[in-house]
């Protein structure tokens, strides 16, 4: 082994000896690490969000024994929580601090998880407890999401942000392939209070990260008012945000294309896929191996852009055109699936939607976070997750109708045409391209 590791170094010095342009030749800048604070966090948030994926589907479990309208019901109330408080949300942690706001949540979740826990120990679980769950987790979303969505730009600098958010999505991803089989294994062993034990845990953990954290919250969002220091109402504040968002070029292009995609793409694993499956006789477990697919997908690409990034100090060049090329590509997979005459095309299909999604999240997330200011950065991905969960709620029930009446590969197709349209509409975008 020295012999060895002692005679290289001088076999590459004669190389480059012989080889004048090999010594001429500038080094490949090593890139940097991502920050270490933003590491410890993301692990935090990870582990949360694989708790959090664990109870969701014990939640669901629990709903399912009051029937399908009930469990339906407890997933409309988390949806419409937050849909309806999300703008504001965004307002308080521009105004407090995105760091205090995540403290808070976490804190609330930690006492609502352990006492669901105690609840669904001791009565079981009825559906208004249930019904309470879901309405508390879907408030403390609606602030929580928009300040951990900001918590990247006040980590990691400008030009590493699209390897942290890449890193972050596959770590997502992995939580979310993870989240059902590990509820599934509590709910086994010890049902709806196990689910809930084991998510407070996480949430323990990450109050304890972020507890830890050196982010000091310098950002506030000004009063937008008279010029007075009387700060504005929350309302006016969140106002403020969808103002500043629809009057910037960029970000307006950036959000109408991140809800066509939310509208287009999320309703075809999720909703279609299963549909076509069970309509063309494949069963539940082509089904399944469709989904894993697309979260396959989603994951390979995610971890692909944490590697190579984009460079240390350097802007991420040809994001939105990056963002159109995911789209186009996950249109081709959309209508492989649409046509699938057995369900190993139908994975593949799934493979390559999910391959595209997770290039456009990949690339438009940087884009959409990196050009929002920073005294309105919750506020923005406030707007972000309303404008999808928006669309997804309206295109979901829409498609659902039509497969009803038409079947369901006549709305996968429609979707494929959709989510094309708008990558070509993104390519053909002057302020997309050049973003």
Wanted: include cysteine; hydrophobic fraction near 60%.
């Amino acid at each position: 082994m020295t012999t060895t590791g002692s005679l290289a170094p001088d076999a590459d010095a004669d190389a480059d000896a012989a080889d004048p342009s090999a010594v001429a030749r500038p080094a490949r800048p090593a890139r940097p690490a991502l920050p270490a604070p933003y590491l410890r966090w993301l692990a935090g948030a990870q582990l949360g969000a694989l708790g959090d994926a664990a109870l969701a589907f014990a939640l669901g479990w629990a709903a399912a024994a009051h029937g399908g309208a009930a469990a339906g019901l407890v997933l409309t109330v988390i949806t419409v929580a937050r849909t309806v408080l999300v703008l504001v949300g965004g307002a308080v942690a521009d105004r407090l601090g995105a760091r205090r706001v995540m403290l808070a949540g976490d804190a609330v979740m930690l006492a609502a998880t352990l006492a669901l826990a105690a609840a669904a120990g001791l009565r079981g679980s009825p559906l208004g407890l249930l019904l309470l769950a879901a309405l508390v987790i879907g408030v403390v979303d609606a602030f929580y999401l928009p300040a951990s969505g900001s918590m990247p730009r006040l980590l990691v600098d400008a030009g590493e942000l699209p390897r942290a958010l890449a890193l972050r999505q596959a770590g997502g991803q992995l939580a979310a392939l993870l989240g059902a089989p590990l509820g599934g294994a509590l709910v086994a062993a010890g049902g709806l209070p196990a689910a809930a034990l084991v998510d407070a845990a996480s949430f323990a953990v990450l109050l304890l990260v972020l507890l830890l954290l050196p982010v000091s919250d310098p950002r506030r969002a000004p009063a937008a008012g008279n010029g007075t220091d009387k700060p504005a109402g929350l309302v006016r504040e969140a106002a403020a945000g969808v103002r500043l968002a629809t009057g910037d070029r960029l970000l307006r292009a950036a959000l109408l294309l991140a809800g066509a995609a939310a509208g287009a793409v999320l309703p075809v694993v999720s909703l279609l896929g299963p549909l076509l499956a069970r309509t063309a006789g494949w069963g539940a477990g082509a089904a399944g191996l469709v989904a894993g697919a697309q979260g396959a997908g989603v994951l390979a690409v995610a971890v692909l852009l944490a590697r190579r990034g984009v460079g240390p100090g350097r802007p991420p060049h040809g994001a939105g055109t990056g963002a159109a090329a995911g789209l186009c590509a996950a249109a081709a997979g959309i209508a492989l699936l649409a046509a699938a005459p057995v369900p190993a095309a139908a994975v593949i299909g799934g493979l390559l939607t999910g391959a595209g999604s997770g290039l456009f999240a990949g690339r438009l997330g940087p884009l959409v976070l990196g050009a929002a200011p920073d005294t309105h950065l919750s506020r923005v991905q406030a707007l972000l997750t309303l404008v999808q969960s928006a669309a997804l709620v309206v295109s979901t029930g829409a498609l659902g109708l039509l497969a009803d009446t038409a079947g369901p590969r006549v709305p996968i197709a429609l979707c494929a045409l959709a989510t094309g349209a708008a990558g070509v509409l993104a390519l053909a975008s002057p302020v997309l391209r050049r973003a």
